[in-house]
């Protein structure tokens, strides 16, 4: 069975920056399901996926238009500590989900002074090329209940 819309796919996958890092990996883990052609998956590599079938493998870079876009200065922005009430410590590294007109966003702390903090809205792998090598463990059919949800059980 290959790889098409409305089709449940069981991958792993490891998923390197340009410096050969591994950013993140499937491996010693479950495979990860997603239902194909929901985008549920950064486009770049649902089209990669398309068409192949169980036991492939493949290897794909993908630029930043691909995956996570370019970073935008423009979501840098300084807001005041009040904006963090109830969290007792706000350090650099942190991160919060905010959900936005535009979606869910990650909000990554870039530095905290006095009254006000600076915050990055850009993905955190927003501006990288990623590098995924992807095995593809099983391809079957949605269920119904999969398809009217918009993805894998
Ligand atoms: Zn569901």
């Known amino acids: 069975m290959q790889v098409s819309e409305n089709k449940v796919v069981s991958i792993h996958y490891t998923l390197t920056n340009d410096a050969g890092e591994v950013i993140d990996t499937s491996v010693g883990r479950a495979p990860l399901s997603y239902l194909h052609g929901a985008g549920n998956l ?10 192949k079938a169980c036991g492939d493998h493949i290897d794909v870079s993908l630029a930043p238009e ?27 590294g942190m991160q ?3 959900q936005t007109p535009a ?21 955190p792998l927003a501006g990288e090329t990623l590098h995924f090598s992807v095995e593809i463990t099983e391809v079957r059919e949605a269920t119904e209940e999969e398809l009217a949800h ?3 059980h």
């Open 150 to 152: 918009g993805h894998a």
């Open 96 to 98: 919060f989900q905010a």
């Open 42 to 51: 950064i486009p770049g590599l649902e089209k990669a996926l398309e068409g």
């Open 66 to 92: 691909e995956a996570y876009g370019q970073r935008d200065e423009a979501l840098i922005q300084v807001v005041p500590k009040s904006a963090f009430e109830g969290i007792e410590e706000i350090e650099p």
């Open 103 to 123: 979606g869910r966003q990650i909000l990554t702390v870039v530095e905290v002074y006095e009254d006000e903090v600076v915050i990055d809205g850009n993905h």
